[in-house]
């Protein structure tokens, strides 16, 4: 069974930080490019980081360059997300996402960051 369980989200100020997890079983993960997208209220969802299957390259979101740092850790099977000099316009739903090729996608259900004073 496949699942990608995000957790870390919450609550905090602007010019704070957070580390979001997303923990992946039920597929070969190593194999598998990874990414965290986000949802804000009345507003389509969007890409904020990428990582490639061996973690050998990642993008980001302009509105998140030199903030936000995207890792993968092979042996835990988890991906992460560092968000630091958080921003309001940061609040959302961030979503854990796997591919493969252009048929195989996987999400997790979210976790929410709240950035407010």
């Known amino acids: 069974q496949v699942q990608l369980v995000e957790s870390g989200g919450g609550l905090v100020q602007p010019g704070g930080s957070l580390r979001l997890s997303c923990a992946a079983s039920?597929?070969?993960?190593?194999?598998?490019?990874m990414s965290w997208n986000r949802q804000a209220p009345g507003k389509e969802r969007e890409l904020v980081a990428a990582?490639?299957?061996?973690?050998?390259?990642?993008n980001y979101a302009d509105s998140v360059k030199g903030r936000f740092t995207m890792s993968r850790d092979t042996a835990k099977n988890t991906v992460y997300l560092q968000m630091n000099s958080l921003k309001p316009e940061d609040t959302a739903v961030y979503y854990c996402?796997?591919?493969?090729?252009?048929?195989?996608?996987?999400w997790g259900q979210g976790t929410q960051v709240t950035v407010s004073s």
């Open positions: 996402k796997a591919w493969y090729g252009m048929h195989t996608v996987y």
């Open positions: 039920g597929f070969r993960f190593s194999s598998y490019a």
């Open positions: 990582i490639s299957s061996y973690g050998g390259s990642t």
